[in-house]
């Protein structure tokens, strides 16, 4: 049975840095691209950064430069570092498959930033 874990998230104050986790077992998922992907209030899930079996990343406008995916292959763990954080980083944040999955959604974890 796939289950994928997430966990990190805070309250943290602008400007600020979070690093999040993601846990996956249950199938080899070291072949597959994986993907941070996050939903704020109100507006659709969306995907923010991925990284390919290979190490290759892509990142979405809005978090180049300040967010930073990895991986450890060996832990089928998947990492997010979020730096210089806005009030607009703000909402949950996922770990699944790129394309996503539907079986491999987890609880995800909360991000807020405020003052």
């Known amino acids: 049975q796939v289950r994928v874990v997430e966990s990190g998230g805070n309250l943290v104050q602008p400007g600020g840095s979070l690093r999040l986790s993601c846990v996956a077992s249950g199938r080899d998922f070291s072949i597959l691209t994986m993907g941070w992907y996050r939903q704020a209030p109100g507006k659709q899930r969306e995907l923010v950064a991925r990284?390919?079996?290979?190490?290759?990343?892509g990142y979405a406008d809005s978090v180049k430069g300040r967010f930073t995916i990895s991986r450890d292959i060996v832990k089928n763990t998947v990492y997010l570092q979020m730096n210089s954080l806005k009030p607009e980083d703000t909402a949950v944040y996922y770990c699944?498959?790129?394309?996503?999955?539907?079986?491999?959604w987890g609880q995800g974890t909360q991000v807020t930033v405020s003052s």
């Open positions: 990284i390919r079996s290979g190490g290759s990343t």
């Open positions: 699944n498959a790129f394309p996503a999955v539907d079986e491999y």
